[in-house]
T-cell receptor, first 113, second 112 residues
Framework: NAGVTQTPKFQVLKTGQSMTLQCAQDMNHEYMSWYRQDPGMGLRLIHYSVGAGITDQGEVPNGYNVSRSTTEDFPLRLLSAAPSQTSVYFC????????????FGPGTRLTVL | DAKTTQPTSMDCAEGRAANLPCNHS???????VYWYRQIHSQGPQYIIHGLKNNETNEMASLIITEDRKSSTLILPHATLRDTAVYYCIVRAENNAGNMLTFGGGTRLMVKP
């Protein structure tokens, strides 16, 4: 298994540009989520999904959209990038509600100029 | 979910046990204690979790006090590769989305 994969690893955007961060997992996990990590702030939950077709907001959802059309993929969309969205983004998955171990991807480092 | 308090940083000599404390004085009866770590430039990695009994796996041991208001993660023989930020997280099984809330963590530096 490849586990949780994320693309791209690095991205630079200009203010106002849009882009999609890709996340995929090949473990047939029900739960997937997106976090952002900023210096000194740990990880903050952006959006999560409890299964295909179901998404919900986390702690810091503003400026981001998600969809979950398949079990495997959970893309994160920035519709109009802002410098405040400069961060490292991690995607994670877990098998189901009673699973305790969450698997994280390698991260995407995004810079918005 | 209950809030946790951890020291900002700790040092440990290579080969020695690393004991990382965590306070969670407002923990509820149905909340578990989880530990994750994050090595520089990588995604977080699950280590161990427990409810009230002490737990041990191939990576670490978790000691939870009888009143469950604090816990200690023990790396029995720390190596240089254990240098990372360690996160203590308290989470209920039935919380919304069943997702984890990460705080600032403890930066462990293992020194030769």
């Amino acid at each position: 298994n490849a586990g949780v994969t994320q693309t791209p690893k690095f991205q630079v955007l200009k203010t106002g540009q849009s882009m999609t961060l890709q996340c995929a997992q090949d473990m047939n996990h029900e739960y997937m989520s997106w976090y952002r990590q900023d210096p000194g702030m740990g990880l903050r939950l952006i959006h999560y999904s409890v299964g295909a077709g179901i998404t919900d907001q986390g702690e810091v959802p503003n400026g981001y959209n998600v969809s979950r059309s398949t079990t495997e993929d959970f893309p994160l969309r920035l519709l109009s990038a802002a410098p405040s969205q400069t961060s490292v983004y991690f995607c994670a998955s877990r098998i189901h509600r009673v699973s305790n171990e969450q698997f994280f991807g390698p991260g995407t480092r995004l810079t918005v100029l | 979910d209950a809030k946790t308090t951890q020291p900002t940083s700790m040092d440990c000599a290579e080969g020695r046990a690393a004991n990382l404390p965590c306070n969670h004085s407002t923990i509820s009866g149905n909340e578990y204690v989880y530990w994750y770590r994050q090595i520089h430039s990588q995604g977080p990695q699950y280590i161990i979790h427990g409810l009230k009994n002490n737990e041990t796996n191939e990576m670490a041991s978790l000691i939870i006090t009888e009143d469950r208001k604090s816990s200690t993660l023990i790396l029995p023989h720390a190596t240089l590769r254990d240098t990372a930020v360690y996160y203590c997280i308290v989470r209920a099984e039935n919380n919304a989305g069943n997702m984890l809330t990460f705080g600032g963590g403890t930066r462990l530096m293992v020194k030769p």
